[in-house]
T-cell receptor, first 116, second 111 residues
Framework: GAVVSQHPSRVICKSGTSVKIECRSL??????MFWYRQFPKQSLMLMAT?????????EQGVEKDKFLINHASLTLSTLTVTSAHPEDSSFYIC????????????FGEGSWLTVV | GENVEQHPSTLSVQEGDSAVIKCTYS??????FPWYKQELGKGPQLIID?????GEKKDQRIAVTLNKTAKHFSLHITETQPEDSAVYFC??????????FGTGTSLTVIP
């Protein structure tokens, strides 16, 4: 199946700093990428949808200035958590879709962010 | 918008028994229904999917059924093994490529 790589898998940063998470589709061109946040024992919470070359669409309640998403190419999307605080500590997951209209999405392995 | 409900939230079965997880959806425009397995600390992995023009799909010990009229779909795992223990998520997608996830089912297979 298709492979989506996410990096880093774990990151610890100091409060007030920014951290970037990368999501790459390794064997297909991802026209759409999704970013999720997941709290322990809970479902995936969609944060934003990004299409290559255009601005991301953020879900209600997600601060676009805090969670910067860039989808600069068909194989790479990045999520930057700016001015991170301990409450931003979470499991962040990306997924990628190869096309439109009900195409399968594949998930990355997720990134554990701990803000100390 | 779409609303996906998933039951049960937790499920324990004896090794070798079958496990069934059910999901309902509200938007009749949804036409793609994938199931994902998520192991602790990892991203979800696609295990099987079904599209609205099909009523059932099988892949070895895993099967999915879809009832469009009732707007529900189910995951069936037969001959369960300890390695099947994980959290399973259903999802529904429409032509707008939006995916809506169920709340997850934590499956435990008891050896």
């Amino acid at each position: 199946g298709a492979v989506v790589s996410q990096h880093p898998s774990r990151v610890i940063c100091k409060s007030g700093t920014s951290v970037k998470i990368e999501c790459r589709s390794l064997d297909f061109q991802a026209t759409t990428m999704f970013w999720y946040r997941q709290f322990p024992k809970q479902s995936l919470m969609l944060m934003a949808t990004s299409n290559e070359g255009s601005k991301a669409t953020y879900e209600q309640g997600v601060e676009k200035d805090k969670f910067l998403i860039n989808h600069a190419s068909l194989t790479l999307s990045t999520l930057t958590v700016t001015s991170a605080h301990p409450e931003d500590s979470s499991f962040y997951i990306c997924s990628a879709s190869a096309g439109t209209a009900g195409n399968t999405i594949y998930f990355g392995e997720g990134s554990w962010l701990t803000v100390v | 918008g779409e609303n996906v409900e998933q039951h049960p939230s937790t499920l324990s079965v004896q090794e070798g028994d079958s496990a069934v997880i059910k999901c309902t959806y509200s938007d009749s425009a949804s036409n793609y229904f994938p199931w994902y397995k998520q192991e602790l600390g990892k991203g979800p992995q696609l295990i099987i999917d079904i599209r609205s023009n099909v009523g059932e799909k099988k892949d070895q010990r895993i099967a999915v059924t879809l009832n469009k009229t009732a707007k529900h779909f189910s995951l069936h795992i037969t001959e369960t093994q300890p390695e099947d223990s994980a959290v399973y998520f259903c999802a529904a997608s429409n032509t707008g490529n939006q995916f809506y996830f169920g709340t997850g089912t934590s499956l435990t297979v008891i050896p």
